[in-house]
C-alpha cells in the first residue's frame, strides 16, 4: 500500500518563488494535515482539512495556503517563499476517529536561498 | 491551548537496558489522546503506543509501555530491553477529541542505544 505520498523528497527554492508541496494518500482517509519540523521546536501544524472542501488553520499558517478538492489529495502551497520557511514538511492522514493514529508522508525537505 | 513538554533533549541507555522517556502536557480538557512518535534518521513518523485518557490501564506494545498519571498530566515512555534499533528521536504528542487532525507535539528526545 502506498499510503501517504509526498512529493517531491527535496527542493531548493530562492526567495520570492512559488510553489506547491504535493501529498496524497489512498486510504480514503478523511482528516489530511499539513506540518512543519524545526530543530528543537517538534511538529508544528500548518493547515488541517476535516474533509473534501473544508480546511482550517492551524498553529503557524502565514505564508501558506492550502485546498481540498479531493479526498486524495491535499496540496500545500507556498505564496512566495521566505528563508523562514526553510524546513521539513510532513503531510498526515487519519481515519475518522480521533483516537486513531496519523499516517505521515516521508517528508519534503525545503530550503529558501 | 494545549502544550506538550518533553524536557529531556537527549538520553542514552546500554543495549538490554531499561530507559523511561518523560512528557507532561497542560489541557483542560477530560477526555484526549496521547501519543508516542518515534523518527529514526529516514525521517519516518511511525506510532509507537497510544492511550486514551478515558482509559486508567497503562497502554502497552510487546517492549514499549507507558506510565499514564492523568492527575499530574504526565505521560512517560517505557522501553524496555533497548535495541539498537530503537535509536531515534521520539515525539510525544497529544489530540483532542474533537478539532480535525489537531496534534500537539513536545520537541522530541534522541535517544541513543549504547551497544
Known amino acids: 500500500n502506498a499510503g501517504v505520498t509526498q512529493t517531491p523528497k527535496f527542493q531548493v527554492l530562492k526567495t520570492g518563488q512559488s510553489m506547491t508541496l504535493q501529498c496524497a494518500q489512498d486510504?480514503?482517509?478523511?482528516?489530511m494535515s499539513w506540518y512543519r519540523q524545526d530543530p528543537g521546536m517538534g511538529l508544528r501544524l500548518i493547515h488541517y482539512?476535516?474533509?473534501?472542501?473544508?480546511?482550517d488553520q492551524g498553529e503557524v499558517p502565514n505564508g501558506y495556503n492550502v485546498s481540498r478538492s479531493t479526498t486524495e489529495d491535499f496540496p500545500l502551497r507556498l505564496l512566495s517563499a521566505a528563508p523562514s520557511q526553510t524546513s521539513v514538511y510532513f503531510c498526515?492522514?487519519?481515519?475518522?476517529?480521533?483516537?486513531?493514529?496519523?499516517?505521515f508522508g516521508d517528508g519534503t525537505r525545503l530550503s529558501i536561498l | 491551548a494545549q502544550t506538550v513538554t518533553q524536557s529531556q533533549p537527549e538520553m542514552s541507555v546500554q543495549e538490554a537496558e531499561t530507559v523511561t522517556l518523560s512528557c507532561t502536557y497542560d489541557?483542560?480538557?477530560?477526555?484526549?489522546?496521547l501519543f508516542w512518535y518515534k523518527q529514526p534518521p529516514s525521517r519516518q513518523m511511525i506510532l509507537v503506543i497510544r492511550?486514551?485518557?478515558?482509559?486508567?490501564q497503562n497502554a502497552t506494545e510487546n517492549r514499549f509501555s507507558v506510565n499514564f498519571q492523568k492527575a499530574a498530566k504526565s505521560f512517560s515512555l517505557k522501553i524496555s530491553d533497548s535495541q539498537l534499533g530503537d535509536a531515534a528521536m521520539y515525539f510525544c504528542?497529544?489530540?483532542?477529541?474533537?478539532?480535525?487532525?489537531?496534534?500537539?507535539f513536545g520537541e522530541g528526545t534522541q535517544l541513543t542505544v549504547n551497544p
Open positions: 498526515a492522514s487519519r481515519a475518522g476517529y480521533s483516537n486513531q493514529p496519523q499516517h
Open positions: 486510504m480514503n482517509h478523511e482528516y
Open positions: 482539512s476535516v474533509g473534501a472542501g473544508i480546511t
Open positions: 489541557t483542560s480538557e477530560s477526555d484526549y489522546y
Open positions: 492511550q486514551e485518557a478515558y482509559k486508567q
Open positions: 504528542a497529544y489530540s483532542r477529541l474533537s478539532g480535525g487532525s489537531r496534534l500537539t
